[in-house]
């Protein structure tokens, strides 16, 4: 079962893919990840009708996480009109079609710990780290919404069209969001802790991949080129980053 939820996100990736390649878009790329997660915590649920509290605990989470997420990606690349990472790889085959792998691997090994409890024969009551797990995932997820949302609203105001934001929490830290989304995972590989054993806790290296993705892949990386690309001779935007962590929010 552990294999078959795993191929879930692979086969929607590859099935959106080609009339994402035919019609030359990407506005449905991040939605086809957050409904891969959904359709996996989906077919967990169906194939364990009798599954534990840490199993139905970490349902909840990854569903409530991707639905958010797939979601607010979705409306705000429809707002746009594009997702500019996109303009050269969607035309040409093969490259985009990697790319559309990279997202179903991106599914895998970001749920793996997960989904290695859920489908864990080690059934057992939530423990100290269930619920420091819980808690830990909370804070990822608050921080993550509330910057998500911060920088939304500031994108609203036409004045703020060619500005960068440095308020909330983007006050504190360069990439608040990625920040919340590292903490959440990490929470959600101390609750599966527990269930793990043998081969199974392999997959804990799941925070560590979402870690080494968003800063030296993607995000992080991306998006700081091309903010000194756009304002790197600007003096307020030196300052803010020479005051202001790339990541880890300074406290104060």
Known sequence: LFALCAAVGFLLHWAIFIPSFLFQTEHY?????????LCTVGLALIAYPGMDARGTLLCFMVAIWSARLGTF???????AGQDRRFNEIKKKF???AFTWTLGGGWVFITMAAALAAITSEQQQSLGILAYLGTLVWLVGFGIE???DRQKTN????PA???QFITTGLWSKSRHPNYFGEIVLWFGVALIALPALSGWQ?????SPLFVTFLLIKVSGVRMLEEGAQKR???DPSFQQYVASTPVLVPKLG
């Open 29 to 37: 790329f991040d939605l086809t990840g957050g409904v891969s997660y």
């Open 73 to 79: 990606l979705f409306l705000r690349v429809k707002r």
């Open 94 to 96: 093969f490259r985009f």
């Open 145 to 147: 919404v509330v910057a």
């Open 154 to 157: 500031f994108r609203k105001d």
């Open 160 to 162: 703020n069209a060619e």
């Open 201 to 205: 806790l392999v997959t804990l290296i």
């Open 231 to 233: 304002w790197g001779k």
